[in-house]
């Protein structure tokens, strides 16, 4: 999703916190109720797309990975039997292969592998007689450039991939433009008509939960301090919330914290060696801030008597 769409979407997850909050006053006008709902259909197909673009990513990823792991070991193993024949020979074409060793290529952009061992292919066909002497046969050439054309297709995406990706991307966009249009035409002039004067305050949490401009609002959401049972400051501690990758927060202060995580359930775990791990399952509210004070025990260390072994 493009940066507007991310918006909408997240309007969509925050006007679903709205109605789970409001839920007892909303049913009551069966109308709008009806379309609230319909914004929760609108929320699970998007899920179950946003589901498939993920999974069909991490498919092109791992395709990707593996073809320039072949590339850079195939491509490593021609240029050492080259350079040392160049070398044994003093074949100066051979001996002025540039980047194409294995530490090179591992260390190299994927763009750069694919030109460094494209180049290494022009010195190569340049010099068949030397190649082949060298121990470079034709079948293993060409599977050199098999490795090149498959790395470079799963670098740009293959065709069907790019088609599957364009598919799924048009039917994101139509969900959320049908979102859009229920929101816009339909419910927000409900909700106005029904409770702008009857209930401004339930009127104005609505307004606040689909306010573009407080969705891009940098705030601190989750908050907290890491401490021991001595109750001294713990740094360095892994934090996976949900999810997403693990990452090291607290310094010296023990202090952590997440900007703009959306409404809904959530999980916290923490993680710190020689202590037990926590984890924290909480729901958050739109528009709500919560702390967690961490409190580290020392995991337990179990020594074995001369009895037990």
Known sequence: MNTNEKTV???????????????????????????????????????????????????????KENSFND???????????????????????FQNIED?????????????????????????????????????????????????????DNLYGPKEFRLQQHDVGVRIEKELNGFKALLNNSIKPNLQSNFADSKPELYAAFLNAIHIDALHKKTKVLTGSFKNEQGEPVSDVWIKLDDEKAVKRGGKKGLFYFYNVPPGQHTLVFSKKSYNEEKRVFMLEADHTMNFDIVFTLKEVVVESDADA
């Open 71 to 93: 590339l850079i070991g195939e491509a490593a193993n021609v240029e050492g039997m080259l350079s040392s024949y160049g070398n044994y020979k003093h074949f100066i074409p």
């Open 9 to 63: 979407y997240e309007q969509l997850i925050r006007l679903i916190a709205f109605k789970n909050e409001h839920e007892e006053e909303l049913k009551a006008v069966p109308l709008l109720w009806l379309m609230l709902e319909d914004a929760v259909a609108y929320y699970s197909r998007l899920v179950l797309l946003l589901q498939e673009e993920d999974k069909s990513s991490k498919i092109l990823t791992i395709k």
């Open 100 to 152: 194409c060793k294995k530490t090179d290529l591992n260390r190299a952009r994927d763009e750069d592998v694919i030109i460094n061992v494209q180049n290494m292919v022009t010195v190569i066909k340049d010099a068949p007689a030397e190649r082949v002497e060298a121990g470079v046969s034709d079948e293993r050439l060409a599977a050199l450039e098999g490795k090149i054309a498959t790395a470079q």
